[in-house]
Every structure is written in structure tokens, then in C-alpha cells.
């Protein structure tokens, strides 16, 4: 893998969520001034909560044009908004009710669709409607891609030596459940997708992800092995932010 990869370690988690949101607020700002709108793709898991919870509140929230800023889902798991599994609905409690966004800039993939891959199909059709793209054709550039890491080396719902790892040609997809709970099935976005972004973002805390880290950016480990070795932006910047519990292994 080419090395453009950005790389901090901070001292703690909270001041890697501060620095998060701060990049967040900025990303946001140079995208509506550049393009009139920012498109972002929130990820689930536990390592975004403090960045959510940070955005929601002032002074963060007040510096954020809301009313240009168009938000999706990186992945979902496959249960009702209101499960406590749902990322979206994590979202939705820790930052998006906080702000002033429409109904209309708010893009969850649609687990209530009757199986996971009408999910996925649908949600590529959301995003080819808001992107004014083509389905199946060049994937649509979001401004940023929140991304966390499991301990696996999993990203989005990219699961360690699934068929989704492989995908070229959807920019949605279903899989089953990795070997990480919840133990239900997924919707993600694809490598195509993550990639086309002007800018990836991944939030990784605490030693339990310190021997995939090191794996990944010192031993060239796969994305077979490790899906987050696959994220690198066509033409987009890769930042990855560490805590030093989940750097602890890095020698360089
Ligand atoms: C999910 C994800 C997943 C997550 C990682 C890290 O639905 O679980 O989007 O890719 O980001 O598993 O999870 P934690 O932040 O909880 O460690």
C-alpha cells in the first residue's frame, strides 16, 4: 500500500475525539465554501461517541453550516433504528437529534427493507439520487468517511476474508456477521465507495486493536486479513488517528 496515510497518536482518547471534531468542524467549513455542501458518512461502533458528542454541543455545533450538510451511514447492522445495535440510531441519540437537520439531509440505510441485500440495493440508489450519479458507475466522492477499526482489522462491515472485501462493481452491500458481535447481518458500503472519498478518517482507541494497527502499518498485512489495510483514497487523504494504548505496538 502506497504510504499516504497521516498518522497521530494521542494521549488519551478524549483528546483524540477533540482533535476528531475539530477536523470534522474544518472539513465541513472547506466543503460548503468549496462545494456548497458536505457530505459525510458516519460510522457505528463505540470509538465515535465522544467526536458525536463533542459536535453536539457548543462550541462545535454553532460552527457548522447544518443546513448544507448531507448525512449517511458507512455501514449498518441489519435491526430497527430504535435497537440499541443500530448505528444510526446511536448516531441519532449522540449527535444528529442535537442539530438542526432536516429529515431530508439524514440518510439512514433502510433496515426496514425486507432482507439486507434490498437494503443495500436501495441505499445505492439513495446515494446515486443525492449524488446525481449513475448506479454501478463511478462511485460518489462523500467530503469525508468516518471509519472506526474493530479488533480484527474490520472496517465499515468489511469482515476479514469475506466476499464483500472483493466488490468492484456495487457500491452497497449485504454481508453476514463477522466473528465480532452484534451477530446480526450488515449493509455497507464498499471498497469503491470509501475509496472515492476526498477524505477517510479512522478513529482507533485502545489496546485491544494494537496488534491489528501494527499489522497494518508495519508488517503490510492484507486487507484479506485486515479490510482496513484496503482504505486508500484514489485521490482523497487517509488520516488515521491512534490513542497510544491501540499505538502501543508501533516500533517507528
Ligand atoms: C459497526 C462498525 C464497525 C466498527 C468497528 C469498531 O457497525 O460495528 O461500523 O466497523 O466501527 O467494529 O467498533 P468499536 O468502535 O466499537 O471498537
Redesign the pocket.
Known amino acids: 500500500m502506497p504510504d499516504k496515510r497521516d498518522v497521530t497518536i494521542f494521549p488519551s482518547q478524549a483528546a483524540l475525539s477533540e482533535h476528531a471534531a475539530d477536523l470534522f468542524v474544518r472539513a465541513a467549513r472547506e466543503s460548503v465554501a468549496a462545494r456548497g455542501r458536505f457530505s459525510i458518512a458516519l460510522?457505528?461502533?463505540?470509538?465515535p461517541h465522544k467526536t458525536y458528542e463533542l459536535l453536539a454541543q457548543a462550541p462545535r455545533s454553532g460552527q457548522i453550516d447544518w443546513a448544507n450538510v448531507f448525512v449517511f451511514l458507512?455501514?449498518e447492522?441489519f435491526v430497527p433504528d430504535d435497537d440499541d445495535r443500530s448505528?444510526y440510531g446511536m448516531c441519532r441519540r449522540l449527535l444528529l437529534e442535537h442539530v438542526p437537520l432536516k429529515d431530508e439531509q439524514v440518510f439512514p440505510i433502510p433496515t426496514n427493507a425486507a432482507t439486507p441485500e434490498v437494503a443495500a440495493g436501495e441505499y445505492a440508489q439513495t446515494l446515486a439520487r443525492v449524488f446525481s450519479q449513475t448506479a454501478g458507475g463511478p462511485p460518489p466522492a462523500f467530503d469525508l468517511v468516518l471509519?472506526?477499526?474493530?479488533d480484527d482489522g474490520?472496517?465499515?462491515?468489511l469482515f476479514p476474508g469475506m466476499p464483500s472485501l472483493h466488490v468492484q462493481d456495487r457500491w452497497v452491500v449485504s454481508s453476514p456477521p463477522g466473528t465480532?458481535p452484534p451477530p446480526v447481518d450488515?449493509v455497507t458500503c464498499t471498497f469503491p465507495v470509501l475509496n472515492a472519498a476526498r477524505q477517510v478518517v479512522f478513529l482507533v482507541n485502545?489496546e485491544k486493536k494494537a496488534t491489528a494497527v501494527r499489522d497494518i502499518f508495519e508488517d503490510g498485512a492484507a486487507l484479506e486479513q485486515h479490510p482496513a489495510a484496503g482504505v486508500s483514497p484514489t485521490s482523497g487523504n487517509l488520516t488515521w488517528l491512534l490513542d497510544e494504548t491501540a499505538a502501543g505496538l508501533l516500533t517507528k
Do not use: I, V, Y
Open positions: 460510522t457505528g461502533g463505540s470509538s458507512g455501514d447492522r448505528n471509519l472506526g477499526m474493530g474490520h472496517c465499515a462491515s465480532l450488515r485502545g
